[in-house]
């Protein structure tokens, strides 16, 4: 259930760093480049495959943006639902909210109401590209337990190791990162 050593290395030489964006003294993990290599994609779209299918899952919830993608492909290969995670005033219906901080202020993101409706017991993995401070994934994972799901995991293509955001959320939910950045 582990990624060997060729696939660890395949995924991590397709994500590009960018220097110094979005600000000086910053080296942004770049995804646009894993997602259009076909090998890298499906390395690591197998391996979360094989790594989820045994965790009896219902569905899957993505964080706005990036985890939509990784989440509703996961839940099609999975056969479970997948349900979007977003930034305030995008979803359409009635929706439960959750605010978090950021460096300089505060944001939000919001969860339909009904998204786990008709499932007994829905167990959800939380999935997004990346985990940094922590700070949407911890909301995002409240979200799911406010409407009545078990979130079980939450899952990150990368974790930017150095800063706390994993060990603040693994407070709330058992956290996985495939790549972890030091």
Do not use: W
Not at 35 to 48: C, D, I, P, Q
Not at 119 to 125: E, G, I, Q, S, T
Not at 154 to 161: E, R, T
């Amino acid at each position: 259930m582990s990624l060997s050593i060729s696939e660890r290395t395949i995924l991590i030489n397709a994500i590009r760093d960018i220097p110094d964006f979005p600000k000086p003294g910053i080296v942004f993990k770049d995804i646009t480049t894993l997602l259009s290599n076909k090998e890298a994609y499906g390395v690591l779209m197998r391996h979360l495959r094989e790594r989820y299918a045994p965790y009896n899952l219902t569905h899957v919830a993505g964080i706005d943006a990036r985890g939509f993608i990784f989440g509703a492909t996961l839940a099609q290969m999975l056969g479970v639902g997948f349900v979007p995670i977003r930034k305030k005033g995008k979803l359409p219906y009635t929706t439960v909210s959750e605010k978090y901080s950021l460096e300089y202020g505060v944001d939000e993101v919001e969860i339909h109401i009904d998204a786990f409706s008709g499932v007994d017991a829905p167990r959800v993995l939380l999935i997004d590209d990346l985990i940094a401070t922590g700070g949407t994934a911890y909301a995002a994972a409240n979200l799911i337990n406010k409407v009545g799901a078990e979130c079980v995991e939450a899952c990150f293509v990368m974790g930017l190791d150095f800063l706390s955001g994993q060990s603040k959320l693994r407070d709330l939910v058992e956290v996985y990162t495939v790549i972890g950045v030091d």
